[in-house]
């Protein structure tokens, strides 16, 4: 029997989600993430991509021109015309439209969100990406300049966008330098241990803006606190993870900050101070060094030393 002929799409594209050029799938997403999220039941959970003709703005039908349909569009151009004010739409260079969306893009505003409001398909933004699409329409330009720069994306994105997890994966990395156990931090946000693992480890590229809200939130309650747990705090550190004053809550959510390590570093003095504080207030010895992130054996160590030196 002849071999069924199958369609291969061989489109490239720049990926709505991962951002790289790669074979379009559907809804402007490679098949790797288009996949995943078929698996997840996400596909709908960013803006929906604008699909079809703009309705004119005479009568509704889809329009082909200057936001009208045929008939009213000839109209428009003989009236034009005989009144000596038809001019046909020049194409301008995309150097500034590219340089904009990439700017969007920095501050974390997903490209398929950046398509639906610019009122673009999927196609055009990332032709502009990756430069096979050099000059787009002065209408196409202006609104593309119009778009506000979010200061801080995934605190101003709609709760179902998905966003740039950076932010919150430092934040939750924090609070565990602090002794904030996974169990403990889940159990806060209303969520569970199993589903916040990937996040805190790194191993999620996008969350809900949310739940990325909801993270920063708790960031700001507990980010001066200790979390009691002592294991926490031993995976943070050997994971390289940084403590909150490590990072200003300014540029926190920017992928491209560093953290200031010369001010986060939490000294034994410190810890021992935290943890004389702590038995002052009525705490349980062996709770307040927990509390601290230090053990009995130093603590009882630095009181030898105090008291040789005296």
């Given amino acids: 029997?002849?071999?069924?002929?199958?369609?291969?799409?061989?489109?490239?594209?720049?990926?709505?989600?991962?951002?790289?050029?790669?074979?379009?799938?559907?809804?402007?997403?490679?098949?790797?993430?288009?996949?995943?999220?078929?698996?997840?039941?996400?596909?709908?959970?960013?803006?929906?991509?604008?699909?079809?003709?703009?309705?004119?703005?005479?009568?509704?039908?889809?329009?082909?021109?200057?936001?009208?349909?045929?008939?009213?569009?000839?109209?428009?151009?003989t009236r034009q015309k005989a009144y000596g004010q038809w001019t046909v739409d020049q194409n301008v260079d995309a150097a500034d439209v590219i340089d904009m969306i990439g700017l969007l893009r920095q501050a974390g505003m997903p490209l398929r969100l950046i398509a639906a409001t610019a009122e673009l398909s999927p196609r055009t933004v990332s032709g502009l990406l990756d430069g096979t699409i050099t000059t787009v329409s002065a209408a196409t330009a202006d609104r593309i300049a119009a778009l506000p720069i979010p200061a801080c994306w995934p605190l101003e994105a709609p709760d179902s966008v998905l966003v740039d997890s950076v932010g919150t994966v430092r934040r939750l990395q924090a609070l565990a330098v602090l002794g904030w156990s996974y169990g403990a931090l889940a159990e806060r946000l209303g969520t569970t241990r199993t589903a916040l693992g990937p996040v805190?480890?790194?191993?999620?590229?996008?969350?809900?803006?949310?739940?990325?809200?909801?993270?920063?939130?708790?960031?700001?309650?507990?980010?001066?606190?200790?979390?009691?747990?002592?294991?926490?705090?031993?995976?943070?550190?050997?994971?390289?993870?940084?403590?909150?004053?490590?990072?200003?809550?300014?540029?926190?959510?920017?992928?491209?900050?560093?953290?200031?390590?010369?001010?986060?570093?939490?000294?034994?003095?410190?810890?021992?101070?935290?943890?004389?504080?702590?038995?002052?207030?009525?705490?349980?010895?062996?709770?307040?060094?927990?509390?601290?992130?230090?053990?009995?054996?130093?603590i009882r160590r630095h009181k030898q030393r105090a008291e040789t030196a005296a």
């Fill in 200 to 298: 805190v480890a790194g191993h999620t590229k996008h969350v809900k803006a949310q739940r990325a809200r909801a993270v920063r939130d708790l960031y700001n309650e507990l980010s001066m606190t200790f979390g009691g747990s002592a294991r926490t705090v031993t995976v943070a550190r050997k994971n390289g993870w940084v403590a909150p004053l490590a990072w200003d809550d300014d540029t926190i959510d920017d992928p491209a900050a560093l953290p200031d390590t010369s001010t986060a570093t939490v000294t034994t003095e410190d810890r021992i101070a935290e943890y004389e504080w702590l038995c002052a207030s009525g705490v349980d010895p062996v709770r307040a060094a927990g509390q601290a992130g230090i053990s009995t054996v130093t």
């Fill in 1 to 77: 029997m002849p071999s069924r002929a199958t369609t291969v799409p061989t489109a490239l594209i720049v990926c709505l989600d991962c951002g790289e050029q790669r074979i379009h799938s559907a809804r402007g997403l490679c098949r790797a993430c288009y996949s995943t999220r078929s698996r997840n039941h996400t596909l709908d959970e960013r803006p929906p991509v604008r699909r079809g003709r703009r309705p004119c703005i005479e009568c509704g039908a889809p329009s082909i021109g200057r936001a009208r349909c045929t008939r009213h569009y000839e109209a428009y151009r």
